[in-house]
Nanobody
Protein backbone atom coordinates (compact mmCIF):
# COMPACT_ATOMS: atom_id res chain seq x y z
CA UNK A 1 0.00 0.00 0.00
CA UNK A 2 1.30 3.43 -0.93
CA UNK A 3 0.10 7.01 -0.84
CA UNK A 4 2.59 9.31 -2.52
CA UNK A 5 2.08 13.06 -2.28
CA UNK A 6 3.61 15.54 -4.69
CA UNK A 7 3.26 19.16 -5.73
CA UNK A 8 4.46 20.91 -2.61
CA UNK A 9 6.98 23.71 -2.66
CA UNK A 10 7.61 27.39 -2.03
CA UNK A 11 5.02 29.90 -3.19
CA UNK A 12 4.42 33.58 -2.55
CA UNK A 13 1.36 34.78 -0.62
CA UNK A 14 -1.63 34.93 -2.94
CA UNK A 15 -0.24 32.19 -5.13
CA UNK A 16 -1.52 28.71 -5.95
CA UNK A 17 -0.35 25.13 -5.72
CA UNK A 18 -1.94 21.81 -6.60
CA UNK A 19 -1.09 18.81 -4.48
CA UNK A 20 -1.52 15.29 -5.80
CA UNK A 21 -1.69 12.00 -3.94
CA UNK A 22 -1.23 8.83 -5.98
CA UNK A 23 -2.58 5.66 -4.37
CA UNK A 24 -1.68 2.06 -4.99
CA UNK A 25 -2.12 -1.32 -3.35
CA UNK A 26 -5.74 -0.94 -2.28
CA UNK A 27 -9.18 -0.31 -3.80
CA UNK A 28 -8.94 3.47 -4.05
CA UNK A 29 -12.52 4.04 -5.19
CA UNK A 30 -13.92 2.49 -2.02
CA UNK A 31 -12.01 4.79 0.32
CA UNK A 32 -12.84 8.28 1.49
CA UNK A 33 -9.87 10.58 1.02
CA UNK A 34 -8.67 13.47 3.13
CA UNK A 35 -5.90 16.01 3.26
CA UNK A 36 -4.41 16.96 6.63
CA UNK A 37 -1.69 19.42 7.50
CA UNK A 38 0.69 19.81 10.40
CA UNK A 39 3.14 22.41 11.65
CA UNK A 40 5.84 21.81 14.28
CA UNK A 41 4.44 21.60 17.79
CA UNK A 42 0.84 21.42 16.66
CA UNK A 43 -1.63 18.61 16.14
CA UNK A 44 -2.42 17.40 12.67
CA UNK A 45 -5.34 19.41 11.27
CA UNK A 46 -8.03 18.09 8.91
CA UNK A 47 -8.13 20.31 5.82
CA UNK A 48 -10.59 18.64 3.44
CA UNK A 49 -12.39 15.35 2.81
CA UNK A 50 -14.02 13.80 -0.26
CA UNK A 51 -16.24 10.74 0.05
CA UNK A 52 -15.81 7.56 -1.94
CA UNK A 53 -19.23 7.17 -3.54
CA UNK A 54 -20.89 10.55 -4.03
CA UNK A 55 -17.76 12.65 -4.02
CA UNK A 56 -19.22 14.95 -1.37
CA UNK A 57 -16.70 17.34 0.09
CA UNK A 58 -16.06 19.06 3.41
CA UNK A 59 -13.53 21.72 4.32
CA UNK A 60 -12.02 23.30 7.37
CA UNK A 61 -13.33 26.82 7.89
CA UNK A 62 -9.82 28.19 7.45
CA UNK A 63 -9.63 27.00 3.82
CA UNK A 64 -13.24 27.26 2.62
CA UNK A 65 -13.49 29.17 -0.63
CA UNK A 66 -9.74 28.86 -1.28
CA UNK A 67 -9.02 25.12 -1.43
CA UNK A 68 -10.73 22.45 -3.54
CA UNK A 69 -10.41 18.70 -3.06
CA UNK A 70 -11.14 16.37 -5.97
CA UNK A 71 -10.47 12.80 -6.98
CA UNK A 72 -9.97 10.79 -10.15
CA UNK A 73 -10.82 7.17 -9.45
CA UNK A 74 -9.54 6.12 -12.88
CA UNK A 75 -6.11 7.44 -11.94
CA UNK A 76 -6.27 6.46 -8.23
CA UNK A 77 -5.39 10.03 -7.38
CA UNK A 78 -6.73 12.72 -5.09
CA UNK A 79 -5.92 16.39 -5.53
CA UNK A 80 -5.91 19.52 -3.43
CA UNK A 81 -6.06 22.77 -5.39
CA UNK A 82 -4.90 25.58 -3.13
CA UNK A 83 -5.53 29.18 -4.18
CA UNK A 84 -5.01 32.52 -2.47
CA UNK A 85 -2.39 30.95 -0.25
CA UNK A 86 -1.47 32.62 3.03
CA UNK A 87 1.64 32.29 5.20
CA UNK A 88 -0.48 30.45 7.77
CA UNK A 89 -1.08 27.70 5.20
CA UNK A 90 2.58 26.74 5.57
CA UNK A 91 2.70 23.13 6.78
CA UNK A 92 3.44 19.57 5.83
CA UNK A 93 0.40 18.25 3.97
CA UNK A 94 -0.58 14.61 4.32
CA UNK A 95 -2.88 12.43 2.27
CA UNK A 96 -5.15 10.03 4.19
CA UNK A 97 -7.36 7.18 2.97
CA UNK A 98 -10.00 5.61 5.23
CA UNK A 99 -13.09 3.50 5.25
CA UNK A 100 -15.17 1.54 7.72
CA UNK A 101 -16.58 -1.69 6.35
CA UNK A 102 -16.93 -3.76 9.48
CA UNK A 103 -13.50 -2.67 10.69
CA UNK A 104 -11.81 0.69 10.31
CA UNK A 105 -8.98 0.74 7.78
CA UNK A 106 -6.75 3.68 6.94
CA UNK A 107 -3.48 4.65 5.28
CA UNK A 108 -1.23 7.74 5.38
CA UNK A 109 1.17 9.29 2.93
CA UNK A 110 4.62 10.55 3.86
CA UNK A 111 3.72 14.23 3.49
CA UNK A 112 4.78 17.11 1.26
CA UNK A 113 6.01 20.49 2.46
CA UNK A 114 4.14 23.64 1.48
CA UNK A 115 5.79 26.94 2.32
CA UNK A 116 4.04 30.25 1.70
CA UNK A 117 6.49 33.11 2.00
CA UNK A 118 7.65 36.22 0.20
Amino acid sequence: VQLVESGGGLVQPGGSLRLSCAASGFTFSSYHMSWYRQTPGKERELVATITSASGSTNYADSVKGRFTISRDNAKNTVYLQMNSLKPEDTAVYYCHAFRRIGVYSDYWGQGTQVTVSS
